[in-house]
């Protein structure tokens, strides 16, 4: 069973990642685990185990075609050496150990990082069409198109009603939990053609490829999490990985992620220099209006301008939840949106609420505390309390 038929087909975030990594911490070990927080999704994917294990096997079939190096060179975010790397990567599937019986799943990816790196996002949307295929129908594909119909409906009135949306935009983001690619295609494609306006783009380097405009996207959570095992003083990790990711993309990519341990203390690592230096910041967790506060009660401390900055919301989002943040902050600071399972996966039936998580770096635990506490990832509570001391949580 092929799912995943491109190594293009996977989050841009994931190569800027790599390339990081290729040019810095070749020799470092990763361990990643799949995490669900429903009990019964371990039901319903351990009787399709081997079908998902079949996938992920095919995965060590692809290989970067000389097409689609061309167009991430010309992409001008990677480097002549990291692309010469990828002619001859392929993926692994030996790294990956999948435990499972009818009632459970596990599954956990190890070995060095930049060899296991891509394999997160593939995993995930393989795990989301395989269980997708066992109820796929044609009513179904019938209900979600009225569903994206109505979503496009409520944007076009959301815009004469306020005639204040000349400003928004918003990107596909729902790779890891689509229903399957080819309705990821199909909405990413409805969109371009019908609200080209309000689409920003993907995340999908795939798709963006096919629809020849940029990808979305900068780093995830697992590039400053490694930094608590990599990085010499744990109280300044993210300021490290910070400051490494401008001299690997000189300026350019500037927006970080704020939530690893919580949006406080990422703010008193963040020097008002890495906040010249970078265009903005990406919510992922909390409250995203006490977040956005947060931010501009930061710019204003340091006399830095918000007009010149960029707030990314990419938690959870709908549309209705699009339209009431960017009501609130659109006048203050510009913002930009980052909209996954409810635009890729928004059927009559409930959606895996999965994710697969760095948990260690060189064999060392690290963790994400995040401003949501449900989201915690944590393998070694010993380094869990490590992190409480030393950020006085």
Not at 356 to 376: F, G, M, R, W
Request: glycine fraction near 4%; charge should be neutral.
């Amino acid at each position: 069973m092929i799912i995943i038929s491109s190594l293009l087909d996977t989050d841009f975030y994931k190569l800027t990642m790599m390339q990081c990594v290729f040019h810095h911490f070749r020799d470092a070990e990763a361990k990643y685990k799949f995490i669900y927080r429903k009990e019964y999704i371990g039901a319903k994917l351990g009787p399709i185990s081997d079908s998902i294990q079949e996938a992920i096997n095919q995965l060590g079939n692809l290989h970067f075609t000389l097409d689609e190096l061309i167009y991430l060179k010309s992409l001008d975010v990677f480097q002549d050496d990291f692309l010469s790397y990828l002619k001859n990567f392929r993926l692994n599937s030996k790294q990956i150990k999948i435990t499972a019986d009818p009632s459970h799943f596990e599954l956990i990816i190890s070995g060095p990082w930049l060899e296991t790196i891509l394999f997160e996002v593939p995993i995930l949307a393989i795990i989301s069409e395989s269980y997708t295929r066992t109820i796929e129908s044609p009513e179904l594909i019938s209900e979600a198109k009225l569903k994206l119909e109505s979503k496009i409906a409520y944007l076009k009135k959301q815009a004469k009603i306020q005639n204040n949306l000349s400003a928004f935009k918003f990107s596909d983001f729902g790779t890891r939990r689509r229903f399957s690619l080819a309705w990821q295609s199909y909405v990413v494609h409805y969109l371009h053609q019908t609200i080209p306006h309000f689409l920003y783009g993907t995340s999908n380097i795939l798709l963006s490829k096919k629809l020849n405009t940029q990808p979305i996207g900068t780093m995830a959570h697992e590039y400053i999490q490694a930094f608590q095992v990599l990085c010499p003083n744990l109280a300044r990790h993210q300021e490290a990985g910070l400051t490494l990711w401008l001299k690997e993309y000189k300026g350019l990519l500037a927006v970080a992620l704020t939530d690893v341990i919580n949006i406080d203390k990422f703010l008193e690592e963040f020097t008002p220099e890495l906040a010249e230096q970078y265009r903005g910041l990406r919510h992922d967790s909390g409250d995203p209006i006490v977040w956005g506060n947060k931010v501009l009660a930061y710019y204003h401390e340091h006399n830095i301008n918000p007009k010149e900055k960029l707030l990314v919301f990419s938690d959870s989002l709908t549309f209705p939840k699009m339209i009431e943040i960017y009501d609130y902050f659109h006048q203050t600071i510009p913002v930009l949106f980052g909209i996954g399972t409810n635009l890729t996966n928004d059927f009559s039936i409930p959606s895996l609420d999965t994710v697969i998580k760095l948990t260690h770096i060189n064999h060392q635990a690290v963790v994400k505390i995040s401003d949501t506490p449900e989201k915690l990832v944590c393998e070694d509570k010993a380094m869990l309390e490590k992190i409480k001391l030393t950020y006085k949580l």
